[in-house]
């Protein structure tokens, strides 16, 4: 059995230990995993400077809903906005793992640059990153993806021993009970996952604005309809990403030719493994009646039935 309060203890005189005096540098998200682990830091009394990295791939009013979520639970955050060095840097990038590792590389480059005098690097990288990067030395084919917190900049890093991963041998339900015992509101332990490169991994092929305007402003109609029905809570996760392939519809009495979105609600217990969610036909008929009377830029909505695996959760 997982004893947290035991297991908080350890935690907090394992990571002053091996901080000691140094600088720390820690990115947060938002999310629930960067989340507690800047709260465990800044309990353990140790010298950290929390960093939001705005790199322009965030969902809609993202960036005011963290500082403000952090400003609740007392934790000073530094705001950095860098949109256009990230969108600047992808611009007509296309393939997965190049847009993965560009981002990854910036997200430290702005980390080490924002806060020069830094030793160390903390990341909140749990036990399923761990293994779904892992690459298999005889083969590269095995490797899945790289995670966000997998780059090999990172890698050389962590050969120097200056990463610090203390939630690494932990799953997600794991890390949401540490949040707790730390005094971390509900509201904010239960956000849904939300991956590092943001909408990049819900966007195919290269990131332009408009791509990025369409898949905001679905998502932000699906997430805000979950929550109205009650169904935000019972899911893992859910998203909106862009499909960009045109097809046919009308729209008025004009033909139109534009993409379609595709939703996407997933059920997982440590996001391994996945499973659709069979959501009330009302929810969705209310959702794609809105994103395709509101949302310029698409002619049809979509909803993936599709398990982990042999998909993955997110589209990249
Ligand atoms: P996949 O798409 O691999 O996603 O089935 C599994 C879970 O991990 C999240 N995810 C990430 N989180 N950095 C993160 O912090 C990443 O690079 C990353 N890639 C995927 C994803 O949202 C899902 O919850």
Redesign the pocket.
């Known amino acids: 059995e997982f004893r947290i309060e035991d297991f908080k203890r350890e935690m907090l005189d394992g990571i002053r230990e091996k901080v000691g005096d140094k600088q720390v540098v820690c990115g947060v998200s938002g999310?629930v995993d960067s989340t507690v682990l800047a709260v465990l830091l800044k309990e353990a009394g140790v010298n950290v400077r929390a960093i939001f990295v705005d790199h322009g791939l965030m969902r809609l009013d993202e960036g005011d809903e963290v500082r403000n979520n952090f400003h609740r639970m007392g934790v000073e955050i530094e705001t950095v906005d860098c949109a256009d060095l990230f969108l600047g840097k992808l611009a007509g990038v296309a393939d997965p793992e190049e847009k993965?590792k560009i981002i990854g590389g910036l997200f430290i480059d702005v980390f080490w640059d924002t806060v020069g005098n830094a030793e160390l690097l903390a990341q909140g990288t749990l036990y399923p990153?761990v293994i779904?990067s892992a690459s298999n030395a005889k083969s590269k084919a095995s490797k899945i993806?790289t995670?966000?917190?997998r780059v090999d900049r990172i890698l050389e890093l962590q050969a120097q021993g200056k990463v610090l991963e203390p939630l690494a041998e932990l799953f997600k339900d794991e890390v949401r009970e540490l949040g707790t015992s730390l005094g971390i509101p509900a509201d904010i332990l239960n956000r849904h996952?939300?991956?590092?490169?943001g909408l990049a991994?819900r966007c195919p092929g290269d990131i332009t604005e408009k791509k990025l305007r369409i898949i905001r402003e679905c998502d932000h109609i699906f997430i805000t309809r979950l929550k109205d029905h009650g169904w935000y809570d019972k899911v893992w996760?859910a998203y909106a990403g862009l499909i960009p392939v045109k097809t046919v519809g009308v729209k008025g009495d004009e033909r139109s030719y534009e993409w379609a979105i595709s939703l996407r609600a997933v059920i997982s217990e440590d996001?391994m493994t996945?499973d659709w969610v069979e959501l009330p036909p009302a929810l969705l008929r209310e959702t794609s009646n809105r994103i395709l009377n509101e949302v310029d830029g698409i002619n049809r909505v979509l909803y993936d039935i599709s398990t982990?695996p042999p998909a993955?959760?997110?589209w990249e």
Do not use: L
């Not at 996952?193 to 490169?197: K, N, S």
């Open positions: 999310g993965r990153d779904e993806k995670h966000h917190n996952p939300f991956p590092g490169p991994v996760q996001a996945a982990k993955s959760i997110e």
